[in-house]
């Protein structure tokens, strides 16, 4: 997967929250298991690559889960790591935009 990856807006809907040293975003997707292979290995390689874990928490798992989301989220980011690794992110995802 390159950070030349086309724009996937319309296939992951990402949506981002901050709070007070809070910063959350939720990946939202339609059922595809090629889709959630390509959003675990990308989450996998920010880890490796920005040296931060985010808790993660998915529901596709479920069947029947409406909607398949994935929600990485610092919850304690004193130092503001999670901006950096949802920037880096969602540029291997070719996500442009985020939802507030």
């Known amino acids: ?38 959003i675990v290995k990308a ?12 808790a993660i928490f998915e529901n596709s798992e479920k069947i029947g889960a409406a909607p398949y989301a994935f929600y990485i989220e ?3 980011d004193y130092d503001k790591d999670g901006g950096n690794f949802f920037e880096v992110l969602l540029r291997k995802l070719g996500i442009d935009k985020c939802e507030q």
């Open 1 to 38: 997967m390159s950070d030349r990856t086309p724009n996937r807006c319309g296939q992951i809907e990402a949506y981002f929250r901050r709070e007070e040293r809070y910063e959350g975003l939720q990946l939202v997707f339609k059922e595809h298991p090629e889709l959630k292979d390509e």
């Open 43 to 54: 989450i996998e390689e920010t880890i490796e690559e920005t040296g931060v874990t985010p």
């Open 74 to 76: 610092f919850n304690d």
